[in-house]
């Protein structure tokens, strides 16, 4: 096994004692990895029935976005681990889809997965599936492949409230939690390249938890380089980070009407409006008032008069008879915040 070279405690890349593990300029690596088994329980009721990567964001699963995002850097091997209501992704194992899926009857964890891979010896993009962003996997493989990296780990630019904050000086992680020596903190974007000899040092030592396989590199000076990641990124397990992905999704298509193809993935006609989003031709009464920043996302729906619906997600199967503010509402099921 060909392995990376290490850094010192200043972190800077020492002279490789054994080869350096890639070789620059390399393609994209064949595969990668979503993760998808978890239960989504901030956004219950909504996830008793639908995993959360399964929720529609403006009409279209996450699941099927990070699917085709991933495709547009040229990924076409992709393996998904499930484990909560894990029948509802069966339907991603057949054409065009045909992901591999890999079911955990007890949850392994967030390095724990590696552990169902058939094969450890190549590069793996690990991405998890409730994150919606645009995220440039072609510049993070070729930041992992510059920097010579055991891992890269995907960053945004400041670390955000209720998140644990991880610590990079000069373009490498090095520290997780809390650093007294200078360094700025960030928040992880929860995407990430991990190299053949990551993945077999997970297997080795049975960690579960990513958060300990860092800390192990990191006590062993190997070099976990970083990416910042400045665009579109929203993690929607929250009712109002749900609500968030859907405003941030609007603005993405405002200024880039085909992003992902995402207008093709609707199997209906996508209404743009300067403040609300309507998906399809949902069946809306009259004297019914949509207001600012509502979403309806699909033609079955229904709105019976006089409801006004004011910052609102309106899914699927929905039948909307009371004005609402601050919701998600998805078949019977409704879930307000704020």
């Known amino acids: 096994?060909?392995?990376?070279?290490?850094?010192?405690?200043?972190?800077?890349?020492?002279?490789?004692?054994?080869?350096?593990?890639?070789?620059?300029?390399?393609?994209?690596?064949?595969?990668?990895?979503?993760?998808?088994?978890?239960?989504?329980?901030?956004?219950?009721?909504?996830?008793?029935?639908?995993?959360?990567?399964?929720?529609?964001?403006?009409?279209?699963?996450?699941?099927?976005?990070?699917?085709?995002?991933?495709?547009?850097?040229?990924?076409?091997?992709?393996?998904?681990?499930?484990?909560?209501?894990s029948d509802k992704f069966a339907h991603l194992s057949r054409p065009p889809h045909a992901v591999t899926l890999l079911h955990e009857p007890t949850l392994l964890g967030s390095a724990g997965f590696v552990r169902n891979l058939d094969r450890h010896d190549h590069d793996l993009i690990v991405y998890n599936g409730d994150i919606l962003s645009d995220i440039d996997f072609t510049a993070l493989y070729q930041t992992h492949l510059d920097r010579q990296a055991i891992a890269t780990l995907a960053l945004l630019p400041d670390a955000r409230p209720h998140t644990r904050p991880v610590y990079m000086r000069a373009g490498h992680l090095v520290a997780l939690d809390k650093c007294t020596a200078p360094s700025s903190a960030h928040t992880f974007a929860c995407a990430q390249v991990l190299s053949a000899e990551f993945l077999q040092l997970i297997v080795a030592h049975k960690f579960t938890h990513i958060n300990r396989a860092w800390q192990y590199a990191l006590d062993q000076h190997y070099p976990i380089a970083t990416f910042l990641h400045h665009g579109l990124w929203v993690d929607i397990g929250t009712p109002a980070n749900f609500f968030h992905a859907h405003q941030?999704?609007?603005?993405?298509?405002?200024?880039?009407?085909?992003?992902?193809?995402?207008?093709?993935?609707?199997?209906?006609?996508?209404?743009?409006?300067?403040?609300?989003?309507?998906?399809?031709?949902?069946?809306?009464?009259?004297?019914?008032?949509?207001?600012?920043?509502?979403?309806?996302?699909?033609?079955?729906?229904?709105?019976?008069?006089?409801?006004?619906?004011?910052?609102?997600?309106?899914?699927?199967?929905?039948?909307?008879?009371?004005?609402?503010?601050?919701?998600?509402?998805?078949?019977?099921?409704?879930l307000a915040w704020g």
């Open 1 to 85: 096994m060909q392995a990376c070279a290490r850094v010192d405690a200043n972190n800077l890349l020492q002279c490789p004692q054994r080869e350096i593990c890639h070789l620059r300029n390399m393609p994209l690596p064949a595969n990668a990895f979503i993760l998808a088994a978890g239960y989504g329980s901030r956004l219950r009721p909504l996830t008793d029935t639908i995993p959360k990567p399964l929720l529609p964001c403006m009409g279209v699963p996450l699941i099927d976005i990070a699917l085709h995002q991933l495709h547009a850097h040229g990924i076409e091997q992709v393996s998904i681990n499930t484990h909560h209501l």
């Open 248 to 334: 941030a999704l609007h603005r993405k298509l405002q200024h880039d009407p085909d992003f992902l193809h995402i207008p093709k993935l609707l199997s209906q006609e996508l209404h743009l409006h300067d403040d609300h989003v309507i998906v399809g031709t949902p069946h809306i009464e009259k004297n019914c008032l949509i207001k600012a920043q509502t979403f309806i996302t699909s033609s079955q729906v229904t709105i019976h008069a006089p409801a006004q619906l004011d910052h609102c997600v309106v899914m699927h199967a929905a039948r909307v008879r009371d004005s609402c503010s601050h919701t998600l509402l998805l078949g019977d099921r409704i």
